[in-house]
T-cell receptor, first 118, second 110 residues
Framework: DQQVKQNSPSLSVQEGRISILNCDYT??????FLWYKKYPAEGPTFLIS?????DKNEDGRFTVFLNKSAKHLSLHIVPSQPGDSAVYFC?????????????????FGRGTQLTVWP | NAGVTQTPKFRVLKTGQSMTLLCAQD?????MYWYRQDPGMGLRLIHY???????AKGEVPDGYNVSRLKKQNFLLGLESAAPSQTSVYFC?????????FGPGTRLTVT
C-alpha cells in the first residue's frame, strides 16, 4: 500500500512557464517532506524540503507548498527550463520516530517525468 | 570528498549466480540504505542500517542480504540471482532526513 502517491506519471511544459508537480500522502505521522530530481543514468539528488510546521518553502525557482489538512504537497518550478527535464520524486518521513526502525527512512512516490520543451 | 560511491556500475549475472554490491560513503553518515528502481515503480527500499553493525528490512527484502561491518560501507548481497532482480540499485546515506544517493548499479540477470 503506497503511502506516498504521485498520480501523474508525466508532465510536459513549455520553457518559461510554470511546472506544478503534485504529491499526496496517506500517513498522518509524516512530518517532513522532500523532493528529489533524477536524470537518466544518475542517482537522485535532493532538491528541496519542507517541515510540517511550515506551509511553504522557497529556494530560487523552486517552491514547495504543503497542505496538511489535504495531505497534499506540490512543487512549483518558475520559470521552467529545458535543464529541468528529469524525473521528480516526492518523499516523506516521520521525524519523531526515535532511534530505531523508522527514523531516517523515506517513503517515495513513483515519480513524475517532467519534460520542458523550448 | 567523493560522497556516495557504488561498485560495480554494471553487471550481468546468470540465474543462480551470486554477487555483492559495495556502497561506500565518506560523509560519516550513520544511516545507509539500499533501494531498487524499476520502471513505473519508483524507489523501493530493500534494506537499511541505522548504524555500524545494524541492519533492518525494508519494503522488498526477499532474496537480498546486507552487512554493515564498517560505518562507511554497506554491502548488498544476492545469494542466488533471479531474473526478477534485474534492476537498477541505488545506495544512499544520511545523517538526518536528506539522503544522498550514489550513481547506481545496473544489474541484469539472464
Amino acid at each position: 500500500d503506497q503511502q506516498v502517491k504521485q498520480n501523474s506519471p508525466s508532465l510536459s511544459v513549455q520553457e518559461g512557464r510554470i511546472s506544478i508537480l503534485n504529491c499526496d500522502y496517506t500517513n498522518s505521522m509524516f512530518d517532513y517532506f522532500l523532493w528529489y530530481k533524477k536524470y537518466p543514468a544518475e542517482g537522485p539528488t535532493f532538491l528541496i524540503s519542507i517541515s510540517s510546521i511550515k506551509d511553504k518553502n522557497e529556494d530560487g525557482r523552486f517552491t514547495v507548498f504543503l497542505n496538511k489538512s489535504a495531505k497534499h504537497l506540490s512543487l512549483h518550478i518558475v520559470p521552467s527550463q529545458p535543464g529541468d527535464s528529469a524525473v521528480y520524486f516526492c518523499a516523506a518521513s516521520a521525524i519523531a520516530g526515535g532511534r530505531g526502525s523508522t527514523l531516517g527512512r523515506l517513503y517515495f512516490g513513483r515519480g513524475t517525468q517532467l519534460t520542458v520543451w523550448p | 570528498n567523493a560522497g556516495v560511491t557504488q561498485t560495480p556500475k554494471f553487471r550481468v549475472l546468470k540465474t543462480g549466480q551470486s554477487m555483492t554490491l559495495l556502497c561506500a560513503q565518506d560523509m560519516n553518515h550513520e544511516y545507509m540504505y539500499w533501494y531498487r528502481q524499476d520502471p513505473g515503480m519508483g524507489l523501493r527500499l530493500i534494506h537499511y542500517s541505522v548504524g555500524e553493525g545494524t541492519t533492518a528490512k525494508g519494503e522488498v527484502p526477499d532474496g537480498y542480504n546486507v552487512s554493515r561491518l564498517k560505518k562507511q560501507n554497506f554491502l548488498l548481497g544476492l545469494e542466488s540471482a533471479a531474473p526478477s532482480q534485474t534492476s537498477v540499485y541505488f545506495c544512499a546515506s544520511s545523517s538526518r532526513y536528506e539522503q544522498y544517493f550514489g550513481p547506481g548499479t545496473r544489474l541484469t540477470v539472464t
